[in-house]
Every structure is written in structure tokens, then in C-alpha cells.
């Protein structure tokens, strides 16, 4: 009777297509699977102590202060003064508390989390503050979309994706997910349909603000891991929510009829608003009030939990054609940028960067209105240099009124 081959109990090779096969009581095992298995159970072994590792200790008189904080936004972002000291300020206070409960204090004060909203017009600046913010944090920090959201069910995401982002920006490390900052953008468009309850299903606005609650005020959460849609037989992560601090920020497109209606409410008499105040008409939205904010469609209970709230003011000409220059990461120096990739010394002369703040007001589409109007510009020109000999090109306001005429005659189909 012939002899059984000794073969690998893992892979199935036998004896003479390896180089080594130990043999075990009822198996045997080559070098390849060996060192595989040496593999996982290594990154099993991280991963475990990883999880299991306490919390860093935050000592916030090392973090940057809050005059600290606005200085590093206002090198990327241009005005908005109020919304900068308001966010600098919540997210210095967000170090303080994260201080306080890493280690044991004498007084039984507890500092409450102050989650914060910010209302301001399109292209104002509110993503770009929470983007900018983001790489000065020491925490983990994700920005997700409300726009996204239904409520639990329904076709689209569950608001508990959030911590599943907040997890992958943390590189799964619980403790450090448990303390980091959410920015919520587009919140207005999660706002029900009529000041009135809804009487028939609003899955995807009030629905979603029902959802947001229990992350709001601190609760623990089961995460699936992987994000997505949860089952019943899938192991889920609990994150506690009560030490992330959550940052709002929403367009709130037609809130100034609401801000105005509540401002004209006494128009005669002597405690007439007019009488009071000098009301600026052309920036209602720095009067918004939390009533602003149920008028529109935010629940009360919503508005409750996010007790800090700012506003951005409408970005006017000078504004504007600062945006355009001056920050680090401004529209002209990326272009100039572009083009000295290709040896090519590329200027805008200041009538064409008048001209292009000129079509921005007019668009009304604010900073990005800015972006889409100087690409327009540019775009035959990022054509062609790379391959002439050129070293240098101004744009000069007469090429960009021609630039953006040729393509407004293209888009109509009369060229």
C-alpha cells in the first residue's frame, strides 16, 4: 500500500513543493502559511492593544489660545471676525473640558459642552472655517453632510454614520473618536417642511433631527464598524457622545423674511424697533435669533443642544477681491502655481481681478462664485501654455471680459 503524502493541513501543498513542513500531532504546516499566520496574529495584536490603550492625557495650557486660533483662520479665510472668535472660542473650551475629565478635580463643577451653529449665505466661508480649523486640531475631526440623511429605515445613510467617519478619522481609536469635533454641513436642509408638526412622514427633515438628538446631547451609540446599515446580528462599537463637540453649519436660504418679520413686528409707537435701533437692512442675518432658526424648520429640541450661535456676514467687493489675493491658499496664487509648474510666469492685472469681483457680485454666488468665474477665465489659456515656449502671461480685464463672453455664447449654442 502506498505511503500518504505528507501535504500542508492549511494550503494543501505537499511536502516536496515547500521548503519546510513542521509536522504537528494531526497536521502539518509550511513556511508560507507560518509566516502568514505570524502576520495576522501580529495585526491582531496591535489592533487589541490599540483599543485597550488609555486615553492621552490633554493638557490645554500647551494648545493654542483662542487670539492663537483666529490668527491661524485668518491666514486662510478673509472676514468674518465673529464667526472666527465664536468657533475659536468653543473649540478652545472643547480642550478645557477634555482636560478636566482626564483627571480628577477637587470641586464637583462639571463644564457642559457648548455645540455650536453657524448661519450664514452661501460661499460666506463655513466650510472652509471647519476645513481650516481642522489642521490646527489635535483631535479627530470629520465634516459630513446632513443632505445624506433619512431617518432609521429608509433609503440613504443613518445618522449614526457620523461616528463611523469620526472613527475612520481617528484610525479606529476609540478613546480618541469618544473627544473628537463633528462639523455638520447643510444643516438647514434637514429643516421640516412647515412650522407645524408634521402629520405624515418627514424621513429625510424632521426624522433626521429626531435622529441627531441623542448625538447631540451624549449618549452612548452603537457604530457599526464599517459604517453603512445596521443588522441585527453585526457587532457594533459604542461611542459615547457626550465629549464630542459638534459644529453646525447651514445657507438658511430665506431666513431674512423670518428675521425680518420678527424685527418689523412694532412699527409704530415709541418702542417702535426703528426707534430703538438702526436696523442694517442689507445684513439682516447678523440679528438671527434661535426663533429665527424654529421659524425655519429647526425643532426646539434641535435649537437646545446647540446653545452657541454665530452668524457670517455677506462677503461685499472688498471682501472679495481680498479672497481673491491675500489668503495662503487664495484663487490667484493656486493659479500662479498651476502655471509655474510649466515655467510659466502667469499675472492679473488689477483690472481683471476687478472685473472678475465685478461678475462675482453680479452671479451673487459668493467666494466660489469667484472660483467658477476665474476657471472660466483660464481655461484656454491652461490649455494652450503648457505647450507654447512662452515664460510669461497677464490676463489682462480685456481677455477676461472676451473669455467669458466666448463661453457664455458657447453655453447658449450660439458658437
Known sequence: MAKKKERCSFCGRERDEVAILLNGIDGCICEMCATEAHRVIEEAMSVGAKANKPAESIDYRTLPKPKEIKAYLDQYVIGQDDAKKFLAVSVYNHYKRLSQENKNTKDDVEIEKSNIIMVGSTGTGKTLL??????????????????????AGYVGEDVESILSRLLQAADFDLESTQRGIVFIDEIDKIARKS??????????????????LKLLEGSVVNVPPKGGRKHPDQDYIHVDTRNILFICGGAFDGIEKKIAQRLNTHTVGYDSVQNALKIDANNLMQYVQPTDLKSFGLIPEIIGRLPVLTYLQPLDREALRNILTEPKNSIVKQYVKLFEMDGVLLEFSPEALDYIVDKAVEFKLGARGLRSIVESIMMDAMFEKPSEQASEFLVTREYAVAQLEKNKLQSAGLK
Do not use: C, H, M, W
Not at 134 to 144: D, G, S
Open 130 to 151: 471647519a476645513r481650516t480649523i481642522a489642521k490646527l486640531l489635535k483631535v479627530p475631526f470629520t465634516i459630513v453632510d446632513a443632505t445624506v440623511f433619512t431617518e
Open 195 to 212: 412650522d407645524n408638526p408634521s402629520i405624515t412622514r418627514d424621513v429625510s427633515g424632521e426624522g433626521v433631527q429626531q435622529g441627531l
